[in-house]
């Protein structure tokens, strides 16, 4: 994967993450259940920190 593919893969995980969140927020608010908001934001957390390493070896 490119130095280029692997910044819009993060970029594109950052977008995912913060609409997630506003989401997890909203159903919290209103007495939702969170839980599965919170396993895909712990999985997104773990792909970014594997670009990361990825990019930053390019």
């Known amino acids: ?9 993060i970029n594109e995980l ?3 993450y913060v609409r997630i969140q506003g989401d997890s927020d909203k159903l919290e608010a209103n007495g939702g259940n969170i839980e599965r908001a919170e396993a ?3 999985r997104i957390e ?3 920190a594997e670009l ?3 990019l930053r070896m390019k």
């Open 1 to 9: 994967m490119s130095k280029q593919e692997l910044e819009a893969q």
């Open 14 to 16: 950052k977008s995912d």
């Open 40 to 42: 895909q934001l712990s």
């Open 46 to 48: 773990t792909e970014l």
């Open 52 to 54: 990361k390493k990825e």
